[in-house]
């Protein structure tokens, strides 16, 4: 009988080779074995190197406290001063305040090597920038200072950075979960007393040591279902100390292109939240990376976000102007000028001069337009059978309803006229009247927007109705019946039909909330420019005032390639 050969030997190779395969990776059979090993409180444990505490690379270690919690960020100055021109000043040689780290931090060496090989045969060593360097490191250090009266706004301030404490913190090993000390955590450690770990005596206070390790762990585990949680013990946090600590912590991490926690389904908290970031991100000089992320955020809500606007427009107008967003700026723009001068006042006290000419202009040319169509419109007349305008000699009814029109175009355009003042003698009162009479206020861009809408409905059954001109024509008797009756209805529609035309291109809208809803059509759009084929022309009724206005790249506060 023949025996087969062992396919364990011949598959095993010679010594030489397996040995040189175990020389190189020194740590992959042990690693296979450390399976579920915790490594809680012994000296393999390694501080995490990201947002928000870089513990290898950081060298800006930012604290903000309010109500009693404290957030700790440690941060990269190179980040910080890219994104903040607060960091860029307050870290320059001038102002600077930066502390020199001591050199040679044990734990920084363990923790910077990384790699599996051992740095002796392949080199592949890599250490932070400063850990041994020549070259001191240098740490700053900030802190939320709130002020001392109640109108202060805090702000960060920088101070000394505490060397001494970080080095020791760094040093310094956390207790072990499970009763031991810092030393002996993670196991399998070579130490200096190795020699006489095997001796008698050594080997029954390790016994010993084993058993009240494993009774320690029991104990801690009990303790940790009685101990109250730290968020027990913490009081609760008033709404301007969350916000405060919310909006600190969106700044930082938008820093980092992380996205902001902001509120994603009420949009009202929602611009509550993005005006706070921003009001922080303008304190700190930062606008110009906190304000891409805002507008990405409220564009997200889309048909809410342009009823919001028209509800409040000069709200959205700060904002739009503060995060540089070109929709929601020109959103909000659009309705204060088809609403001017309402909110005149809280717009001149809290815009810059920059925005108030933007809407200066706007609103002369919305008003130059306006005048030329009201012209227009005035000009308006018919025709009879020979094509000769109608005059009180050529069509006497005809001519009625020219001037019924009219009369009503100019009580609905015309402001009203100021309240006559209070006259000492009654000879003095008639004089006073008729010169009040002729004089008024400015014409109101809401009012006329509804006046012009009116005009430019599809149908016109919102002015000048049947009973309206019945009752006119009644007072001419000598002209009243049912012929003449029909017959100025219809003149009346020939001059409403007339007048449509001619507002026309005042019922385009530049506004997202119109051409969203799917009603646009081919038309005219903007003001300065009628007759412009190809832009569409969202229909009126959704808003009461003219929203025709146009603003383009040009108009903007802003520089586009900012």
């Not at 109250?228 to 946090?237: A, Y």
Request: charged content about 20%; hydrophobic content about 30%.
């Amino acid at each position: 009988m023949i025996s087969q050969p062992d396919q364990s030997l011949t598959l095993r190779g010679p010594s030489s080779v397996v040995s040189a395969r175990t020389a190189s990776r020194p740590h992959a059979s042990s690693r296979s074995k450390r399976y579920n090993r915790s490594h809680a409180g012994g000296s393999s444990y390694v501080p995490l190197n990201e947002f928000p505490v870089f513990s290898h690379s950081g060298d800006v270690e930012i604290f903000i406290r309010a109500g009693g919690k404290e957030n700790r960020y440690l941060l990269h100055k190179h980040t910080l001063t890219r994104c903040s021109g607060f960091f860029e000043a307050s870290t320059s040689r001038q102002w600077s305040k930066a502390s020199v780290l001591p050199l040679g931090e044990p734990c920084s060496r363990e923790l910077a090597r990384i790699g599996e090989d051992s740095a002796s045969s392949s080199g592949n060593e890599i250490t932070r920038p400063g850990a041994d360097s020549p070259v001191p490191r240098r740490r700053w250090r900030y802190e939320l200072d709130p002020g001392s009266g109640r109108d202060d706004i805090p702000m960060l301030v920088q101070k000394e950075a505490n060397t001494s404490g970080s080095s020791a913190e760094s040093t310094t090993q956390p207790k072990s979960l499970f009763g031991g000390g810092g030393g002996g955590g993670g196991g399998g450690g070579s130490g200096g007393g190795s020699a006489t770990a095997n001796t008698p005596a050594a080997r029954k206070t390790a016994s010993h040591s084993h058993t009240h390790s494993t009774s320690s762990f029991f104990r801690s585990v009990a303790n940790l279902s009685l101990a109250p949680t730290k968020m027990d013990q913490d009081p609760p946090l008033s709404q301007a100390d969350a916000d405060l600590l919310r909006d600190y912590d969106n700044l930082f991490r938008i820093f980092y292109n992380y996205p902001p926690m902001l509120d994603s389904i009420n949009i009202a908290d929602a611009y509550v939240q993005c005006k706070s970031l921003l009001t922080l991100g303008d304190q700190y000089d930062a606008l110009a990376v906190v304000g891409p992320r805002v507008d990405h955020h409220l564009l997200q809500f889309q048909s809410r976000l342009w009823k919001q606007i028209a509800k409040y427009p000069v709200s959205y107008l700060r904002l739009g102007y503060l995060s540089r967003s070109k929709v929601i700026f020109q959103e909000a723009l659009i309705h204060v000028v088809g609403q001017w001068p309402a909110g005149e006042r809280s717009i001149r006290q809290s815009f810059p001069d920059i925005v108030l000419d933007i809407i200066e202009d706007k609103v002369d040319e919305l008003e130059e337009t306006v005048s030329r169509i009201e012209g227009r419109l005035f000009r308006l007349n018919l025709t009879n059978s020979r094509g000769e305008r109608v005059t009180p000699n050529t069509s006497y009814l005809d001519w009625l309803a020219v001037s019924f029109f009219r009369q009503w175009l100019a009580d609905n355009t015309a402001p009203a006229p100021l309240p006559p003042p209070a006259s000492s003698s009654r000879g003095h009162s008639s004089r006073s009247t008729a010169v009040v009479a002729s004089t008024s206020t400015a014409p109101n861009l809401a009012s006329l927007g509804r006046t012009y809408r009116t005009l430019g409905s599809t149908t016109g059954a919102n002015y000048l109705g049947h009973d309206e001109c019945k009752r006119f024509l009644k007072l001419t008797p000598e002209f009243y019946s049912r012929d003449n009756l029909r017959r100025f209805e219809k003149r009346i529609d020939e001059l409403k039909s007339a007048a449509r035309e001619i507002v026309r291109p005042l019922m385009g809208s530049g506004l997202e909330l119109e051409l969203e809803r799917g009603a646009a059509t081919p038309g005219t759009i903007g003001v300065g420019t009628p007759g412009t084929p190809g832009t569409p022309a969202a229909p009126s009724g959704l808003t009461s005032y003219l929203t025709c206005v146009r603003v383009m790249e040009r108009d903007l506060p802003w520089s586009i390639d900012d």
